[in-house]
């Protein structure tokens, strides 16, 4: 990423900045790419001439927001998204750093890979791009990828995500091996036998859809097992896109036992539940799959009291070609960085989280997870800054999505609370009318 | 009911979308039709012209045949599609074939699907009329409705009575087509069967679970079993076929403890000494054989009303 020179002041917005503990109106001053001052609005003096000015009276002005589950599809589906528009589609939402999961085509389980990644990411420039590698050989959960390789070549973590580690001695020694190479493990938390075949929540609806259910405990015997890996091996694990209350509790207390466990989850797990899908709405079609108003209160105190640790959109673009089929043969997943903004605002309006909160969730977790720049406003730091107002209402439209996969199920809901202003090593990577 | 009852469904995709007013129009129309099945001359012109296609991705006999009876005693014409000649096992979609399908300008598609949802997909995307001949574990609402008459000529109501559904329950989308009918006009359901195969949630349907066979046909007026597919055992479900049959077939002790003038339904096809006793399928209880010249009589009123006719 090429340093800017361009001079930025952002001024009279809400700074919330929980690192350094600001919750006020202030004015931030942006020059090469980091962040020259931050102070009380109207204080800063002898600005350059050449400074660009964004009069922010009324909106939030956030550390960069740090989307750590995304799936950019390539290298191998590009008819799906590309790092260039997945880095788009990332600002447009709001966030200036996504951290790309390793199931492309190939997998990204070798330093070939993570390069050409990271090549494209700085090619397209809109955001930074922290590829996460594979745990096995091409996520096929039988032996180890070459973790210090991808190390060096610039993954920030590894998983086989989209598919759960099945072997238990195999995610023992990920653990193990991985912290001597300083990488964090990401467990996609499902037990397989439960789960096969089953495309939407175990239940009721399940029955009168004749649809195969997965049941919670898919997801809670696998986050059981991590956990307890986690806390013989001593070392960090991060549970991905938790979906249900058991999940939640069992979280809660490998915290209080001092095991390290960080965990996500999604918009759509605190937004949506299986009613989702009825009538076969493949839009609504995600793994792990959407569960009950019961599990959704679940998520949203998981997500105030700080069981979990980050919101992650798990942005998961599929073509018509994989959505406009049987409910059945329809792939998983929805795109999420065009929708989470909105949909955390939700919350802090429902009351279920306050705005600080949000940024915890949404940028300074996430960078400290991962051990990347950002999620502070300090001086000094890197200039990534998101801009939200909180107050825009809009209808989420197929041609207002800059992803290049449109499925998603809040297509045609009116949303409020929107980035509008994303700006990524000093430089704006996207603006909406400012 | 307030007003004039009109039918106005266009597709025919489950019983869960019909009123009571529906299933007794399509009830009442059946049992009309009924009697063309018994002439010399077995043909009534009433839907002449008209193109009814069988689109069956699922290996069927008794259903497809079934429904082309049932469209050429009405004079329709009638096109059979079955998987193996089908162009999706070229890679074209679903909604591919209903697209090209459209083109052909045809009346009526019945679709037998082994995915659920599929006879949705079919109709959300094309201008026919569709019907439902089974979609994965969902529905098979012909079938639920050639029961529904069958109970009805039996008993001559169905309101009150007792139905026991017996056997695999969660994987039968005739149980759930029975379930949601049944009750809808009155009559008590009860499933039976071993707790693998009663899927969660199915007391929101309308029925009522009991885990012992005996219990579950306790004073039954109808006694129906339904198929175990033996596909189905690489799922560990029950530990044999010789387990399931002592201990959820439907034998001539288990109908013992049913009401003494009830009735044996099956859907078909049977495993004989498996989900039924051959002594019950073919006792003088058993109305298996009326539960199939019903289904010409009910896909006949189908095809009928959903073209219009009313």
């Known amino acids: 990423m090429t340093a800017s020179t361009d001079v930025i002041l952002l001024r009279g917005g809400r700074v919330i900045d929980p690192v350094n503990g600001v919750d006020g109106v202030c004015d931030l001053l942006l020059a090469d790419g980091r962040i020259k001052a931050v102070a009380p609005s109207g204080t800063i003096a002898d600005l350059p001439a050449e400074t660009k000015v964004y009069e922010l009276a009324g909106k939030l002005v956030c550390p960069g927001f740090i989307d750590m589950h995304v799936h950019l599809r390539e290298p191998g589906e590009e008819y799906k998204e590309t790092i260039e528009t997945g880095s788009r589609a990332a600002a447009a939402g709001g966030f200036t750093a996504v951290a790309c999961m390793p199931n492309t085509k190939p997998v990204n389980d070798n330093l070939a890979v993570t390069s050409l990644i990271l090549a494209k990411a700085a090619l397209a420039g809109l955001a930074r791009v922290y590829p996460v590698g594979a745990i096995s050989k091409t996520s096929q959960g039988e032996s180890l990828a070459e973790f210090g390789e991808m190390r060096q070549a610039g993954v920030v973590a590894v998983t086989d995500d989209g598919l759960p580690v099945n072997n238990s001695q195999l995610m023992r020694r990920a653990l193990e091996y991985a912290g001597s190479h300083g990488l964090l493990v990401i467990s996609h938390a499902e037990e397989m036998a439960l789960s096969r075949n089953g495309v939407m929540n175990d239940g009721a609806l399940a029955t009168r859809l004749g649809l195969r259910g997965i049941p919670g405990a898919a997801e809670e015997i696998m986050v059981y097992r991590d956990l307890a890996l986690a806390g013989y091996t001593k070392r960090p694990i991060h549970i991905a896109h938790v979906s249900t209350r ?18 996500e989850t999604a918009p759509h797990y605190f937004t949506l539940t299986e009613e989702a899908v009825d009538n076969y709405n493949t839009r609504a079609k995600m793994n792990p799959p959407l569960r009950t108003a019961d599990d959704v209160a679940a998520i949203c105190a998981g997500l105030h009291d700080g069981t979990l640790d980050a919101i992650a959109t798990d942005h998961a673009p599929h073509s018509e070609l994989e959505k406009e089929v049987e409910f059945d043969l329809a792939a998983n997943g929805i795109i999420g960085l065009e929708t989470a903004v909105p949909l955390a605002l ?21 960078a400290h997870i991962l051990g990347v720049v950002g999620g502070s406003l300090a001086e000094g730091g890197v200039a990534d800054v998101t801009v939200i107002d909180p107050e825009k209402k809009f209808v989420f439209k197929e041609e207002d999505i800059h992803s290049k996969s449109k499925n998603s199920p809040f297509l045609g809901s009116q949303l409020q609370g929107k980035a509008v202003l994303t700006i990524m090593g000093g430089r704006v990577t996207y603006g909406d009318g400012i | 009911m307030p007003g004039e009852y009109h039918f106005t469904h266009k597709h025919v995709l489950g019983l869960a979308d019909f009123s009571v007013a529906d299933i007794n129009l399509v009830l009442q129309t059946a049992e009309s039709f009924k009697e063309i099945s018994t002439r010399s001359i077995k043909k009534v012109p009433t839907l002449r012209g008209k193109t009814v296609i069988n689109l069956f991705f699922e290996p069927s006999t008794r259903t497809r045949l079934s429904f082309e009876v049932a469209a050429k005693r009405m004079s329709a014409d009638t096109f059979n599609i ?82 026991a559904i017996i056997g695999d329950i969660a994987h039968s989308r005739v149980a759930h087509s029975n379930i949601i009918g049944f009750s809808k006009m009155g009559a008590q359901v009860v499933v039976g069967g071993p707790a693998t195969l009663i899927p969660p949630g199915i007391e929101e349907m309308g029925a009522t679970v009991s885990r012992n066979v005996i219990d579950a046909v306790d004073g039954a007026d109808v006694v129906m079993a339904l198929r175990i597919q033996q596909e189905r055992q690489q799922d560990p479900l029950f530990p044999s076929l010789r387990e399931y049959a002592g201990f959820y077939g439907v034998s001539p002790k288990v109908v013992d403890a049913a009401a003494p003038d009830a009735i044996i339904m099956h859907p078909g096809p049977i495993n004989r000494g498996v989900e039924l006793d051959p002594r019950v399928a073919d006792g003088s209880r058993s109305v298996i054989l009326e539960q199939v010249t019903n289904g010409v009589a009910v896909r006949m009123a189908l095809i009928y009303l959903i073209m219009g006719g009313n």
């Open chain 1, 346 to 366: 939700a919350l802090v309006r429902q009351g279920k989280i306050d705005i600080g909160r949000l940024v915890e969730l949404m940028s300074v977790n996430p």
């Open chain 1, 246 to 263: 058991e999940s939640v509790s069992l979280i809660r207390r490998a915290k209080e036992k001092g095991i390290r466990v960080t965990a």
């Open chain 2, 82 to 163: 079955s998987s193996s000649s089908s162009s999706t096992t070229k890679g074209e979609t679903l909604i591919d074939t209903a697209r090209n399908l459209t083109a052909m300008k045809p009346d009526c598609i019945i679709i037998r699907h082994s995915r659920s949802g599929s006879a949705r997909l079919l109709a959300d995307n094309i201008d026919a009329s569709v019907i439902n001949a089974g979609d994965g574990t969902h529905e098979h609402p012909s079938q639920g409705l050639l029961d529904l008459m069958t109970v009805k000529e039996a008993k001559g109501k169905i309101a009150g009575l007792k139905i």
